[in-house]
C-alpha cells in the first residue's frame, strides 16, 4: 500500500460527459502528480501541483483542469469526454517540490468512455 | 530532447531462469534514475532509485546498475519468479531548474511474463 488513495476505481461515462477524479495523497507529501496511461502506452505526465499551486504542466489538454485543495487532496477534471480519453488515470504524490525524492502512486482510476 | 528507451519490449522467461532488462537515456542535466515496477492494472511501485554517484542498488532479487557515463542503466532480477511477471519502467530524473517543464522521463516499460 503506498498511501496514494484514488477514487473511483473504476469509472463507465458516455462521449460529451464530465468526471472527476479524486486523489489523496500520502500523509505529508505536498506535491501530487497526475499522469494518464493509455493501453499499451507509457505514463504520460499530465499536471503536477505543490502544496496547492500548479507546479509543472505536461500534455494536458485543455479540456481537463486539476487543483488541489488546502487539505491537499487533489481533483482532475475531465470534461467533453472523447473515447479516447479512455484510459488508466494515476495521482502520485511525493513530499518534495522537485523529483529528488521518491515518488508513491496511486493504484489509479480506470476511466472507459463509450 | 530528453528521451528513455528501454529494451526489449517484452520478454519471456522460465520461472527461476535469470534476465536484466536495458535502459538508456539522454536526459540532461542527470539527476537521479528510477525502476518501477508494474502490474497490469496496478500503480507502478518503485524499486530502486540511483543519483549519479550510486553505480549498484539492490532490492532484493532485483539489482539496478547505472553507468552515467555511458547513459546506460540495467535491472537485472535473479531467480525469477512467477509474481515477476509485470513491466519494468525506466523513469530518469533531470537537475530540478523551476520553470513549467516537468522533469521526469518515462520509459515506455519492458513487459516481462515468467513462465512456469
Known amino acids: 500500500d503506498s498511501g496514494v488513495t484514488q477514487t473511483p476505481k473504476h469509472l463507465i461515462t458516455a462521449t460529451g460527459q464530465r468526471v472527476t477524479l479524486r486523489c489523496s495523497p500520502r500523509?505529508?507529501?505536498?506535491?501530487v502528480y497526475w499522469y494518464q496511461q493509455s493501453l499499451d502506452q507509457g505514463l504520460q505526465f499530465l499536471i503536477q501541483?505543490?502544496?496547492?499551486?500548479?507546479?509543472a504542466k505536461g500534455n494536458i489538454l485543455e479540456r481537463f483542469s486539476a487543483q488541489q485543495f488546502p487539505d491537499l487532496h487533489s481533483e482532475l477534471n475531465l470534461s467533453s469526454l472523447e473515447l479516447g480519453d479512455s484510459a488508466l488515470y494515476f495521482c502520485a504524490s511525493s513530499e518534495f517540490r522537485s523529483y529528488t525524492g521518491e515518488l508513491f502512486f496511486g493504484e489509479g482510476s480506470r476511466l472507459t468512455v463509450l | 530532447k530528453n528521451q528513455v528507451e528501454q529494451s526489449p519490449q517484452s520478454l519471456i522467461i522460465l520461472e527461476g531462469k535469470n534476465c536484466t532488462l536495458q535502459?538508456?537515456?539522454?536526459?540532461?542535466?542527470?539527476?537521479?534514475l528510477r525502476w518501477y515496477k508494474q502490474d497490469t492494472g496496478r500503480g507502478p511501485v518503485s524499486l530502486t532509485i540511483m543519483t549519479f554517484s550510486e553505480n549498484t542498488k539492490s532490492n532484493g532479487r532485483y539489482t539496478a546498475t547505472l553507468d552515467a557515463d555511458t547513459k546506460q542503466s540495467s535491472l537485472h532480477i535473479t531467480a525469477s519468479q512467477l509474481s515477476d511477471s509485470a513491466s519494468y519502467i525506466c523513469v530518469v530524473s533531470a537537475v530540478y531548474s523551476g520553470g513549467g517543464a516537468d522533469g521526469l522521463t518515462f520509459g515506455k516499460g519492458t513487459h516481462l511474463i515468467i513462465q512456469p
Open positions: 500523509s505529508g507529501d505536498l506535491s
Open positions: 535502459c538508456n537515456y539522454t536526459v540532461s542535466p542527470f539527476s537521479n
Open positions: 501541483y505543490y502544496n496547492g499551486e500548479e507546479r
